[in-house]
C-alpha cells in the first residue's frame, strides 16, 4: 500500500507518461495540482517508489516511467469509472441506432467502433452455437429440387443452410415441414436440436429430418467467429517493430484471441496489464475486456488490446458502454 502522497505521485507519473510517452521528471509532478510538496521530497519519493518496483528510470539522466505494477495500482485505484467522452457518446449511440442487418456484419462493425473510440484494436467474440438456443426455423423452397433452411437464433445470429431434394416437393409440403420444424425445435439449443416426432406424411418427415440433418453437421463443434478492428492504429501505439509483429500475429489467431479473452475474465479480471495476459508476445500490452448478453444470457466477450501506456479511464469507458449498448441492440433483434 502506498500512502496519500506517493500514490498521488505515482498517479502524476502514470498520467503525463500516457499523454506524452516520455519519462517523467520531477519538475512536471511538482506542478501537478495533486501535489504540494518541495522537489526535493518528490525526488525522494520518486526514487522509493522506483525502488518498491512501481517505477522505472531508462538511464540515469532520465525521468521516470510506469512499471506494469505501477500501472496496475493506477487502473486499481481509478476510483469511479470514467464518463465516456461527449463526441464519443454521440459516435456510439448513432453507431447502434443505425445498426442493422445480419449479426456478423453488427460485430465487425463494433470491433470498428471500438478501434475507431480507442485508437487500438477492437476484438468482438462473436457468440458459439452451444450459447445460443434456437428462435424460429422456416423452409423456403428456392428451386423445384432445392431448398433453404433459415434458423434465426438467441444470439441474433442467422443460419442458412441449403438442402438438395431428391425428389420435387410442393409448396404445401415445403409449409408443413417448415411448420412441423418451427414448431419442435424453437427452443432448443442450438447444440443439442430436439428429436422430431413423425408427421405421418413420408415426404414432409424425409424433408424435416433432411433439414435436422444440415442443421446437426454444421453445429455445436463451429469455431467461435473473431472480428478484429482498428489493426493498423494498434500498429501504430508501438514503436518497436519486432513488437507490432509479434501483436498483429496473436490477433491473427482466432483461437488463440479467444481463449485470451476468455481466460482474462474466467480469472475475474477486467483488465490485464503485461504478464497478466499470460502470453509472452503480449508483455507490453494491455487488454481491457467486457462480456455481453443476449436476454440475460452470456453471449460474448468484447475488448481492446492496445499498449500498456494506454488511456485505461477512457478505454475501460469505451468497453464498458459498447458492451451495454451492443447487449440492448441484440437483445431487442
Request: charged fraction near 20%; aromatic fraction near 4%; charge should be negative.
Amino acid at each position: 500500500m502506498l500512502d496519500e502522497r506517493k500514490a498521488a505521485i505515482l498517479r502524476a507519473v502514470v498520467e503525463e507518461y500516457i499523454d506524452t510517452a516520455q519519462p517523467v521528471g520531477s519538475a512536471h509532478v511538482v506542478r501537478s495540482s495533486a501535489v504540494q510538496v518541495s522537489s526535493a521530497t518528490v525526488r525522494n519519493d520518486m526514487a522509493t517508489l522506483e525502488h518498491e518496483g512501481y517505477l522505472r528510470q531508462p538511464h540515469t539522466s532520465a525521468g521516470r516511467t510506469p512499471t506494469e505494477k505501477g500501472y496496475r495500482f493506477f487502473v486499481d485505484n481509478l476510483g469511479s469509472p470514467a464518463n465516456l467522452r461527449r463526441t464519443d457518446a454521440v459516435q456510439v449511440r448513432t453507431f447502434f441506432e443505425d445498426a442493422h442487418g445480419e449479426l456478423e456484419q453488427m460485430l465487425q462493425d463494433t470491433s470498428r467502433l471500438l478501434g475507431d473510440l480507442t485508437t487500438y484494436a477492437g476484438v468482438v467474440v462473436g457468440p458459439g452455437p452451444t450459447e445460443a438456443t434456437v428462435r424460429s426455423v422456416q423452409v423456403v423452397g428456392i428451386t423445384a429440387t432445392a431448398a433453404l433452411v433459415v434458423v434465426v437464433l438467441s444470439s441474433g445470429a442467422v443460419e442458412k443452410h441449403t438442402l438438395e431434394l431428391a425428389d420435387p416437393l410442393g409448396e404445401e409440403r415445403i409449409g408443413a415441414a417448415s411448420a412441423h420444424l418451427g414448431g419442435h425445435l424453437t427452443g432448443s439449443p442450438r447444440s443439442g436440436l430436439a428429436t422430431l416426432p413423425a408427421t405421418g406424411d413420408a415426404a414432409t418427415d424425409a424433408l424435416c429430418a433432411q433439414a435436422v440433418a444440415s442443421l446437426r453437421d454444421q453445429g455445436g463443434d463451429a469455431p467461435d467467429q473473431v472480428f478484429v478492428g482498428g489493426t493498423s492504429q494498434v500498429a501504430r501505439a508501438f514503436d518497436a517493430i519486432e513488437t507490432v509483429r509479434e501483436v498483429l500475429g496473436v490477433l491473427e489467431q482466432q483461437y488463440v484471441v479467444v481463449t485470451l479473452l476468455r481466460d482474462v475474465l474466467d480469472r475475474g479480471l477486467q483488465v490485464a496489464i503485461g504478464t497478466e495476459t499470460g502470453m509472452a508476445p503480449l508483455a507490453e500490452c494491455a487488454l481491457i475486456v467486457a462480456p455481453y448478453q443476449v436476454e440475460g444470457e452470456l453471449a460474448g466477450t468484447i475488448g481492446v488490446l492496445g499498449p500498456s501506456r494506454m488511456d485505461y479511464p477512457q478505454a475501460m469507458a469505451a468497453v464498458a458502454v459498447v458492451s451495454h449498448r451492443l447487449s440492448k441492440r441484440l437483445t431487442e433483434g
